[in-house]
């Protein structure tokens, strides 16, 4: 019933930029929280970024200075603004959110966008 899609990965320079977008969709009563992970290949998947439905955002360390997560409620949006990219952080990106529609309250994930940084 609950598709999360992202999108926006690709092929970096060291240092540069990119921003990632996952859109919610189907019978979408309200959103709580929505997150992004990320897992490298023979790495276990690890928590990047989160904000709530307050707007409360909280970012792990290796991310933090550098990624921005905000999200557009009116579109069931949640982006990642990420900037000063380096090859550590080459990943498969996840979105994951807290969704309540009308049979039931649960936590979804997207299918992932690559991210290469790379020269």
């Known amino acids: 019933q609950v598709q999360l899609v992202e999108s926006g990965g690709g092929l970096v320079q060291p240092g540069g930029s990119l921003r990632l977008s996952c859109a919610a969709s189907g019978s979408i009563l309200s959103i709580n929280f929505m997150n992004w992970y990320r897992q490298a290949p023979g790495k276990e998947r690890e928590f990047v970024a989160v904000?709530?439905?307050?707007?409360?955002?909280n970012y792990a360390d290796s991310v933090k200075g550098r990624f921005t997560i905000s999200r557009d409620n009116a579109k069931n949006t949640v982006y990642l603004q990420m900037n000063s990219l380096k090859s550590e952080d080459t990943a498969v990106y996840y979105c994951n959110a807290g969704i309540r529609t009308v049979t039931n309250v649960n936590s979804y994930w997207g299918q992932g966008t690559q991210v290469t940084v790379s020269s």
């Open positions: 904000i709530t439905s307050e707007s409360g955002t």
